[in-house]
């Protein structure tokens, strides 16, 4: 059975902002799955935000995590995948509310927007807090219909 990991990727805009996620993955003792890139030579984000969110879609207990300049980028290509809610926070509010609200299995971060210590901040909240359920089922049960009827 595959093991479920958070998936990480960043394009070279959200490369340094990665390195710190990681090492608070590495603290926390949370497996993760770097897709890369693996410098801060410049790429071009949809290679990574694909790679992540086909894990995730395929992978559905999984999470991830992409990071580029300003998150929006790895947001709309993350998105465009079958049963994944990828989230651009830029607060630690954010963080917690999308994953009480949204059930996000995404989290999209700006390495050009927010710095290190919020990012850690958000990320905090984002993997400590559980889906509400309750009326918030109502809302993902709109969403995954969209998915089931796009074309
Ligand atoms: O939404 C896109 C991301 O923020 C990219 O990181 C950004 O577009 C990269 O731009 P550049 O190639 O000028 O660093």
Known sequence: MQKELIYIGSDHGGYLLKQAIKDCLDHKGIPYKDVGSNSAEIVRYPTYAEAVAVAVSEHRASKGILICSTGIGMSIVA??????????????????????????????????????????????????????????????????ALDNDRI
């Open 79 to 144: 998105n465009r995948f079958k049963g994944v809610r990828a989230s651009l926070c830029t607060d630690s509010y954010m963080g917690r509310i999308t994953r009480a609200h949204n059930d996000s299995n995404i989290l999209c971060l700006g390495g050009k927007i927010t710095g290190e210590l919020e990012a850690l901040d958000i990320l905090e909240n984002w993997l400590s807090t559980e889906f509400e359920g309750g009326r918030h089922s109502i809302s993902l049960g709109m969403i995954e």
